[in-house]
């Protein structure tokens, strides 16, 4: 996905993660945020302690279930990995078509009356409103994003025959691409084996080998059927294109992959692209496992190698070197390391399997200042060679405005405030932010202190104020405020707030 010439990696919609405490109630840690993160960037994120951050860094990735909202992710495609929703909604499509159309007549009726509301009134329906559209809006979503055009067709099963075939022929390719990879590891092994001594390991080459070409054989075959099948869909598409809605709705089709809806294998197997670096080195570390084995498990586990493989050293020695630590380490445990050198350990797990995003979360916050540096500087050099992602949480402004290309500010479970990050300092528009800003140490000692920067206490997110939740603690406060959220909107280039009353010194 395309967006202002960057690609979009991933792409967050009213994110919920609603912790259930019992008896309908809830601490509504993330509670509806939207945000896209750009590939190749770092995206800052900050904000009090327990606004949310720590839990959204492990939602996007899905260590906790979601309660709402989606997670699209751009990194693989959609067609290579069919997941099982896919087929779920093209086989639904007719029963998911008649719901649509109920949402909208709901919605339509909803905006007649609301419509011939007082002001008063209208403030007192917002929440509503804003309700039944996001219903409708969903709905449509969900359908177009992957049929797109086809949803005005009135009698679809030809159309959803030929989907499921295609999704079911997508899901063979994609086993298949598994066997591959698999055989060649094998081949890989075997070589490296026989590296000194070819003719020794002849048979077992050749039959490996075979192995590799078999499959691709395969694969070619299968692939061969699939775009068979994009043919005869691509015509059944041409009776359709007089519609004007036809168009509209192809411009909706969206070949990302909503995290959420994957099946528990299906994610199994993104996770390698998906990685989390924990604030404290120590505890994360199984102290029983040295180096190599602590950094050889996801290797294992995404089948980069086979177990006791002798190319696997190799590669951790590889990884090991990249993140400044010595290769006589590899035999070492946890506990015979300080904390900078722990910490390595852990981003040298982290980006082992070649991740796309990695979530740092609090990576540096417990290091010495000193050591912190060594450690960012490690992380952006591996940024940029590997062409990773970023999405960097910590207390320490002083840290992620260094290091955050963009900067994005949490107040009790929804974004406040995100822009480039010399944008957000240069001219903050959320009360928030400003006082985050202005809580800034400006002396060395104070430089890791907890962000604890407004007067009165910081309220509950089991039971948040009403409107917008900063009410409670904001300078700015006026009558609407206590009532209606604000929207999350887009105010100048890439810069979005959700305020009534945007810092106007800085517009
Ligand atoms: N697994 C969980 N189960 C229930 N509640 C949780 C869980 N994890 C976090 N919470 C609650 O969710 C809210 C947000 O917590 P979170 O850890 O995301 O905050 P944070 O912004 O990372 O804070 P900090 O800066 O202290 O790390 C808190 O009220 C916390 O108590
Ligand atoms: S919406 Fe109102 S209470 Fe909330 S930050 Fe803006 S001015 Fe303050
Ligand atoms: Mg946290």
């Given at each position: 996905m395309q967006s202002n010439d960057r690609k979009v990696l991933l792409s967050i919609r009213d994110l919920k993660q609603w912790f259930p405490l019992g008896k309908g109630i809830y601490n509504k840690a993330n509670d509806g945020i939207s945000i896209d993160i750009y590939e190749g960037e770092t995206f800052g994120l900050v904000g009090e302690s327990g606004c949310g951050k720590s839990t959204l860094g492990r939602t996007i990735l899905q260590v906790y279930k979601q309660t709402d909202g989606r997670t699209m992710y751009y990194g693989e495609s959609l067609d290579e990995l069919a997941p099982e929703y896919v087929r779920n909604t093209i086989k639904n499509l007719d029963a998911k078509r008649k719901d649509l159309v109920k949402l909208e007549e709901k919605r339509d009726k909803f905006i007649e009356e609301y419509e011939k509301l007082s002001d008063e009134q209208k403030i007192e329906k917002t929440e509503e409103f804003r309700l039944v559209k996001k219903q409708a809006y969903d709905a449509l979503f969900d359908i177009t994003s992957i049929v797109g055009g086809f949803i005005?067709?009135?009698?679809?099963k030809p159309f959803t025959y030929h989907d499921i075939k295609i999704i079911d022929i997508s899901r063979t390719l994609h086993n298949l691409n598994l066997k591959l990879d698999d055989k060649n590891v094998v081949l890989a092994d075997v070589e490296y084996t026989y590296k000194d001594d070819e003719t020794k390991g002849k048979d077992k080459i050749e039959a490996a080998k075979k192995a590799v070409t078999d499959t691709e054989a395969e694969i070619a075959e299968v692939r061969k059927l699939l775009a068979k099948e994009h043919e005869v869909l691509e015509e059944m598409r041409e009776p359709l294109r007089s519609d004007p809605r036809f168009e509209e709705y192809e411009q909706w089709k969206d070949d990302g992959i909503d995290l959420a809806r994957l099946k528990n294998e299906e994610m199994r197997q993104l996770r390698k692209d998906l990685q989390l670096i924990f604030q404290d080195p120590y505890s994360s570390l199984?102290?029983?496992?040295s180096v190599g084995q602590i950094i050889g498990e996801g290797l294992l586990a995404h089948n980069f190698f086979k177990k006791n493989s002798p190319r696997m050293q190799e590669r951790i020695l590889k990884v090991m070197d990249d993140c400044g630590l010595a290769p006589y380490f590899v035999h070492r445990y946890p506990h015979q390391f300080s904390g900078g050198q722990r910490q390595r350990i852990g981003i040298a797990r982290s980006l082992a399997t070649n991740p796309k995003f990695v979530v740092c979360d609090e990576?540096?916050?417990?290091?010495d200042v000193s050591i912190q540096s060594q450690i960012i500087n490690l992380l952006s050099d591996l940024k940029d060679q590997q062409n990773l992602t970023y999405l960097f949480i910590t207390h320490d402004l002083s840290v992620v405005k260094y290091i955050s290309d963009r900067i994005g500010v949490m107040y009790l479970g929804n974004m406040v405030e995100l822009a480039d990050s010399q944008e957000i300092f240069d001219h903050p528009l959320h009360p928030y932010t400003e006082a985050l800003l202005g809580a800034?140490?400006?002396t060395d000692v104070d430089q890791s202190r907890e962000l604890q920067i407004l007067e009165g206490d910081i309220p509950s997110p089991v039971n948040p104020p009403s409107g917008c939740k900063f009410h409670t603690r904001?300078?700015?406060?006026?009558?609407?405020c206590t009532k209606v959220v604000p929207e999350w909107q887009e105010i100048r280039d890439n810069h979005f707030v959700a305020c009534h009353h945007l810092l106007e010194n800085n517009l």
């Open positions: 005005v067709a009135e009698d679809l199984n102290p029983r496992m990576a540096v916050s417990a290091l800034i140490p400006t904001c300078k700015y406060c006026t009558d609407i």
